[in-house]
């Protein structure tokens, strides 16, 4: 038999002598070939037989009135302790969690990645394979129960990195706390939770730390303030002074407007609306939930009334509050300005009545600030008596007295000194104080205006009367910071209860 080259040959010269083909034609393809050399079409892959059955379930005659959450609840099932090996790296178009809508290969490449993520080993994969394995959780498939489907669910978000998919995983995870009645301190990693409890803090204002509270404002302003100039320069005065605006602003709302109005003016009302369990994925009921209320935290409350669920809560942004933000920004425009920073900030948008408030809120804080820097002068009264003998040695040491002459009669001794009648007031009544007249008579000038004691310097009589009443009052009465004696505000009632008009 002659060689197949050799004939191949022959009959290609026997065809372009007889004018087969055109002579402007060229290929570098040969006329005929080989059978090995023309490509063959791929072999149709081997169906497992659990692929069958499972594709079969939906037409099954006792299947055929089934809603699809239960036949996607049996095909669930059946699948339940399949694994593969077998790496699908073709495009998937599919956005429904189901089994049917799957080929086999894309099937076979499911069943290999859901192997390796019950493992803990979450690979890379379509979303459609997410779906699948989240509605296989939610309907407690391939787990003990809804505590380890929640352990799945979470980890599945945590080996995430697309911030959109983990925020669906997370809407998936709450609904799954809920509906199972799991502890609600399970989702307190959930960003939405974590602004509830950023909102508990800004309405119940005054039981909250300055820390905290001005984490809260951060956290749901649209207006970041820790990206603020003035906040990394003066990162203390800067928050002292937002949680003071904020509690003042808080309290003149509930005053005039009622109770957690601000709040309700930047961050709306409370509503119920109904909600959608599980959005995306297919969850089958398989009995029908007992009336019951479910609360989450003092800003989230589900409830549950005849099979259909509600939520009751802020329907709000709890990331991005323009008004929270636009207030917020307000603020540091007036405090900036009050507290002396280098640099100001326009565009305040504040209400006259709110800037008031600001205004008049940094203001105490201003005075409270140097009262307390004022109160930090400390005098130890028990070393007062020590200095007086040092003084009264000092003075006899200085003193030098003329020595009698021989045989002169020693001078008497002086009768002691009566001692000091009770200081009375001008007005005749016995005041309570340890002082002198002229320093009764200055306190008098100081509280009611009248005449001041002539020939005695303020700051004396001043340093004078502190130091007598540091022991009644535990402090300084009289503030000279200023230059000029003033009575600390705090103790100017009681001592007009002392020295009368």
């Given at each position: 038999?002659?060689?197949?080259?050799?004939?191949?040959?022959?009959?290609?010269e026997n065809?372009?002598?007889n004018?087969?083909?055109d002579?402007?034609?060229y290929?570098?393809v040969?006329?005929?070939r080989r059978?090995s050399?023309?490509?063959?079409?791929k072999p149709?892959e081997?169906t497992?037989?659990?692929?069958?059955e499972?594709?079969?379930?939906p037409?099954?005659?006792?299947?055929?009135?089934?809603?699809v959450?239960s036949i996607?609840?049996?095909q669930?099932k059946?699948?339940?302790?399949?694994?593969d090996?077998?790496?699908?790296?073709?495009?998937?178009?599919?956005?429904e969690?189901s089994?049917s809508?799957l080929?086999?290969?894309?099937?076979?490449?499911?069943?290999?990645?859901r192997?390796y993520?019950r493992?803990g080993?979450?690979?890379?994969a379509?979303?459609?394979f997410i779906?699948?394995?989240?509605?296989?959780l939610?309907n407690?498939?391939?787990v003990?129960?809804p505590?380890?489907?929640?352990?799945?669910?979470?980890?599945?978000r945590?080996?995430?990195?697309?911030?959109s998919?983990?925020e669906t995983?997370?809407?998936?995870?709450r609904?799954h706390?809920?509906?199972y009645?799991?502890?609600?301190?399970?989702?307190?990693s959930?960003p939405?939770i974590?602004g509830?409890?950023?909102m508990?803090?800004?309405?119940?204002?005054?039981?909250?730390?300055?820390?905290?509270?001005?984490t809260a404002?951060?956290?749901?302003s649209?207006?970041?303030?820790?990206s603020?100039?003035?906040y990394r320069?003066?990162p203390?005065?800067?928050?002292e002074?937002?949680?003071?605006v904020?509690r003042?602003?808080d309290?003149h709302?509930?005053?005039?407007?009622?109770?957690t109005?601000l709040?309700t003016r930047?961050?709306g009302?409370?509503?119920?609306?109904?909600c959608?369990?599980?959005g995306?994925?297919?969850?089958c009921?398989?009995?029908?939930?007992p009336?019951?209320?479910?609360?989450?935290?003092?800003?989230?409350?589900?409830?549950?009334?005849?099979?259909?669920?509600?939520?009751d809560?802020?329907?709000?942004?709890?990331?991005?509050?323009?008004?929270?933000?636009?207030?917020?920004r307000?603020?540091?425009?007036?405090?900036?300005?009050?507290?002396?920073a280098?640099?100001k900030?326009?565009?305040?948008?504040?209400?006259?009545?709110?800037?008031?408030v600001i205004?008049?809120?940094l203001?105490?804080l201003?005075?409270a600030?140097?009262?307390?820097?004022a109160?930090?002068?400390?005098i130890d009264?028990?070393?007062?008596?020590?200095?007086?003998?040092?003084a009264?040695?000092?003075?006899?040491?200085?003193i030098?007295?003329?020595?009698?002459?021989?045989?002169a009669?020693?001078p008497?001794?002086e009768p002691?000194?009566?001692?000091?009648?009770?200081?009375?007031?001008?007005?005749g009544?016995v005041s309570d104080?340890?002082?002198t007249a002229?320093?009764i008579?200055?306190?008098?000038?100081?509280?009611?205006g009248?005449?001041?004691?002539?020939?005695i310097m303020?700051?004396?009589?001043a340093?004078?009367?502190?130091?007598?009443?540091?022991?009644?009052f535990?402090?300084t009465?009289?503030?000279?910071?200023?230059?000029?004696?003033l009575?600390i505000e705090?103790?100017?009632e009681e001592l007009?209860?002392t020295?009368p008009?």
């Open positions: 038999m002659a060689d197949i080259s050799e004939l191949l040959k022959k009959i290609g065809l372009r002598k004018g087969a083909f002579d402007t034609v290929t570098d040969p006329i005929l059978g050399e023309i490509p063959q079409p149709r081997h497992p037989d659990k692929f069958t499972l594709r079969e379930l037409y099954r005659s006792d299947m055929r009135f089934e809603p959450e996607f609840l049996r669930a059946l699948m339940e302790n399949y694994e090996e077998y790496e699908y790296d073709g495009k998937l178009l599919v956005f969690p089994y809508e080929s086999g290969e894309q099937l076979r490449g499911y069943f290999t990645w192997k993520a493992k080993e979450i690979r890379p379509h979303m459609t779906r699948l394995y989240a509605s296989e939610i407690n498939i391939g003990s129960g505590a380890e489907a929640h352990e799945q669910l979470v980890r599945l945590d080996n995430w990195e697309r911030p998919t983990q995983i997370n809407s998936w995870i609904d706390v809920v509906y009645g799991l502890p609600p301190e399970l989702l307190d959930d939405e974590q509830d409890k950023a508990e803090t800004l309405m119940n204002c005054s039981q909250s730390s300055d820390s905290d509270l001005f404002l951060a956290a749901l649209s207006y970041k303030l820790a603020s100039s003035f320069e003066r203390e005065d800067f928050t002074a937002i949680c003071a904020w003042a602003l309290a709302y509930r005053e005039h407007e009622g109770e109005m709040f930047l961050l009302r409370r509503v119920k609306c109904g959608y369990m599980f995306a994925l297919i969850f009921e398989q009995k029908r939930q009336d019951r209320e479910y609360i989450v935290n003092s800003i989230r409350r589900y409830e549950c009334s005849f099979g259909r669920w509600y939520l809560t802020y329907h709000t942004s709890r990331g991005s509050n323009k008004m929270l933000g636009d207030l917020l307000s603020a540091e425009c007036i405090i900036r300005e009050k507290l002396g280098k640099y900030l326009t565009g305040s948008t504040a209400t006259k009545t709110e800037t008031a205004v008049k809120t203001e105490k201003a005075e600030k140097k009262r307390a820097q109160e930090m002068i400390e009264v028990t070393k007062l008596g020590d200095i007086r003998k040092a009264d040695i000092t003075r006899d040491k200085l030098v007295e003329d020595e009698p002459e021989p045989g009669d020693t008497a001794p002691a000194p009566e001692p000091e009648p009770e200081q009375k007031t001008e007005s009544q104080l340890p002082l002229e320093e008579s200055y306190l008098r000038h100081l509280l009611y009248s005449e001041a004691p002539a020939g303020p700051s004396l009589l340093d004078a009367i502190n130091e007598k009443l540091f022991d009644i535990d402090d009465v009289l503030d000279m910071n200023g230059g000029d004696p009575i705090d103790y100017a007009k209860g020295i008009e």
